[in-house]
């Protein structure tokens, strides 16, 4: 995504395609719209990553039992590029060039006072896959990096089934299952 400045005062961004708004309540019924403070907006950046053998790399979240692509938040005023750049290199351990746009998914998560916005990238991985860089959480969650052939992901992401201790999850399952059923739809 973009960013244009106008006046020099003025930000708005290049608009890219929504593929889902998703509320607490389609998974979580009675929290939607409980909360009577304004959530916190976090942008991220996820990659539908394929590499020479057009395999898309996964991360398994062994701890809590479920698929997703690598990304996360953007820092500060990088750009999503850059951001998907620093979150493959640290979570599946490969540098990649970001190829086209996918889409984006609105997740309204009210619990945690949460409304995630992921902007969604199909790349490439450039040169050989190393070895991840993974923070805290990642090591305690025991993230394993796994690279299947895209029908292959869209099975093991909707098959996920995530433990009861994790929110985050089933948010996760649905928005990742969008992005690699859009994914598949553009490389055909």
Excluded at 29 to 57: F, I, Q
């Amino acid at each position: 995504m973009e960013t244009y400045q106008w006046a020099g005062w003025v930000t708005f961004y290049k608009f890219m395609e929504l593929l889902r708004t998703i509320k607490e309540g389609e998974i979580y019924p009675g929290l939607d719209s409980k909360n009577e403070k304004e959530n916190k907006y976090r942008k991220a950046v996820r990659g539908v990553v394929l590499d020479d053998e057009d395999k898309v790399g996964l991360i398994f979240v062994a701890r809590h039992n479920y698929y997703k692509l690598p990304g996360g938040g953007a820092e500060g005023s990088e750009s999503d590029e850059d951001a998907l750049k620093r979150e493959c290199l640290e979570e599946i351990g490969c540098n990649v060039k970001v190829m086209q746009e996918i889409g984006k998914v609105f997740e309204h998560r009210d619990k945690i006072n949460l409304d995630q916005e992921s902007f969604c990238y199909l790349a490439k991985v450039v040169g050989e896959k190393g070895k991840t860089n993974l923070v805290d959480y990642e090591i305690t969650d025991r993230f394993e990096t796994v690279w299947v052939d895209i029908g292959k992901a869209i099975e093991l992401v909707k098959t996920s089934k995530p433990g009861l201790d994790t929110y985050d999850g089933p948010f996760i399952i649905i928005r990742d299952e969008i992005f690699i059923n859009k994914a598949k739809e553009i490389l055909k």
